[in-house]
């Protein structure tokens, strides 16, 4: 079996937090968040990673990560291009914006042949996490009727931000930890000490149960949904083009549960303990900055990681 692969989606501007907020550091050592989940992930056993990126961001990204990490780990890059679509599609006119994370990791399709662990390039998801997932992949392949995939959860009490709303995946499960859909929630706030849901800009609220859990793209993959992604972008298209063509967007899980309801995969979602830590918004950095540190300080990292 192949060594699993680490996929890094990186290609957003972050428009919320206004800048490209994947190479802001956040120490005084000058790590962004990328090099404690690259840190995390060599600890588990991984020996590449595939950056997705906006092609006029690389040199800031080489700059900033790629180079100074090529001597640790094997680095490799795959741009999201608008303009990459099937066949006899052409992008709308005024269209500005990405096709979503299905298309992101379809990006990849040149670049990898086996298992990958796709995350978001601004999330820190804790150490426990990559080991799970390399763990899962090195043991686990797919049998020729089904795919074998699976997620990394967390409790959305431990994924909340206290400057605002946050998108968050709702994945309800089987009693034996399988995954059955992710209810997307596109505006989740901080309400007491639990977490609430509205979908008509505030006018009503629904509560979301104590320690749900909560999908934050952070998924294990064999090579076979490259393929998936690939067969199915054009359905999509023809699909959501006319209806929404300036805004659509190929979310990956979206496929997953398409997946799902056809029975051609199963997803076993494994709990994570640790907090998650991401700058959403400007004022969130100060609060990572100092969780960081306290990890640091509790012995979980050393003060600088190269």
């Known amino acids: 079996m192949k060594k699993p692969v680490l996929v890094v989606m990186a290609a957003g501007m972050g428009s919320r937090y206004g800048g490209l907020k994947q190479i802001d550091p956040i120490d005084k050592e000058g790590h962004i968040i990328m090099d404690f989940s690259i840190y995390d992930a060599v600890k ?12 006029e961001n690389e040199a800031d990204f080489r700059s900033a990560i790629g180079d100074r990490l090529s001597k640790l780990i094997e680095v490799a890059y795959v741009f999201q291009d608008l303009q990459n679509l099937p066949e006899g599609y052409a992008v709308p006119k005024g269209r500005v914006k990405p096709w ?3 298309h992101a990791v379809l990006s990849c399709i040149d670049e990898i042949d086996g298992p990958m662990v796709v995350i978001n390039a601004d999330d820190y ?16 392949e797919d049998e020729p009727d089904k795919y074998h995939y699976m997620m990394v959860g967390y409790q959305i009490e431990n994924t909340l931000t206290e400057n605002g709303h946050v998108a968050r995946g709702v994945c309800v499960t089987d009693a034996d930890g399988m995954l059955i859909r992710v209810d997307e929630r596109t505006h989740i706030e901080k309400r007491g000490e639990g977490a609430a849901y509205t979908e008509d800009d505030g006018e009503t609220w629904t509560q979301i149960p104590a320690h749900s859990t909560v999908s934050m793209n952070m998924w294990g993959f064999s090579a076979s949904i490259l393929e998936e992604l690939k067969i199915r972008f054009a359905k999509f298209l023809d699909e959501n083009l006319e209806k929404d063509p300036l805004k659509c967007e190929y979310f990956l899980p979206f496929v997953v549960c398409e997946l799902l309801e056809e029975g051609r995969a199963d997803v076993k979602v494994v709990q994570s303990p640790d907090r998650w830590h991401g700058v959403t918004y400007k004022e969130d950095k100060p609060q990572v900055m100092a969780a960081i540190q306290k990890l640091k300080d ?9």
């Open 44 to 55: 588990a056993g991984f020996e590449k990673v595939v950056f997705i990126i906006k092609r």
């Open 100 to 102: 979503g994370t299905g």
């Open 125 to 140: 998801y804790g150490s426990h996490a990559f080991s799970m997932a390399y763990d899962f992949l090195t043991k686990t």
């Open 298 to 306: 509790d012995g979980m990292y050393p003060q600088k990681l190269w």
